[in-house]
């Protein structure tokens, strides 16, 4: 079985925006060569999740995990992900497709983010 990976995040109309992103993308490649990794938009940007999806299940990729790059499981997470997931399955049959926990809500990235926020504040209290 060949994984796959997509970043999906929301997609702003200033492609500035993405650039935190793309680089998160650029890390994982480098650190897991691999596994084919994609970025995927819900809005304003490409390539959106079914694209993605496409090009990873055209490139031999039988399990996709989608890994939401939000903070929280909001609106988007929890209603219009599932279902661009249920279509990316329809229109790929036998492409197994996994939603992770939004990135936010994994406790190594909220750790990660505590600490960025004491560093900021140095060492005065």
Same mark, same amino acid.
Request: glycine share 10%; net charge neutral.
């Given at each position: 079985?060949?994984?796959?990976?997509? =970043?999906?995040?929301?997609? &702003?109309? $200033?492609?500035?925006?993405?650039?935190? +992103? #793309?680089?998160?993308?650029?890390? *994982?490649?480098?650190?897991?060569?691999?596994?084919? /990794?994609?970025?995927? +938009?819900?809005?304003?940007?490409?390539?959106?999740?079914?694209?993605?999806?496409?090009?990873?299940?055209?490139?031999?990729?039988?399990?996709?995990?989608? =890994?939401?790059? +939000?903070?929280?499981?909001?609106?988007?997470?929890?209603?219009?992900?599932?279902?661009?997931?249920?279509?990316?399955?329809? &229109?790929?049959?036998?492409?197994?497709?996994? =939603?992770?926990?939004? *990135?936010? #809500?994994? $406790?190594? /990235?909220?750790?990660?983010? &505590?600490?960025?926020?004491?560093?900021?504040?140095?060492?005065?209290?």
């Amino acid at each position: 079985m060949s994984q796959g990976l997509i =970043l999906f995040a929301h997609g &702003a109309r $200033d492609p500035r925006w993405a650039a935190p +992103f #793309e680089a998160m993308a650029a890390q *994982v490649r480098e650190q897991r060569p691999g596994v084919p /990794v994609r970025l995927a +938009f819900l809005e304003f940007m490409a390539p959106t999740l079914p694209e993605a999806g496409a090009e990873l299940a055209a490139a031999g990729c039988t399990h996709l995990r989608v =890994l939401p790059m +939000f903070l929280g499981a909001g609106g988007h997470v929890r209603k219009d992900l599932p279902l661009l997931i249920d279509g990316l399955r329809a &229109a790929h049959p036998g492409l197994q497709v996994s =939603l992770q926990p939004a *990135v936010g #809500e994994i $406790d190594s /990235v909220t750790r990660a983010m &505590a600490a960025a926020a004491v560093q900021l504040m140095g060492d005065g209290a």
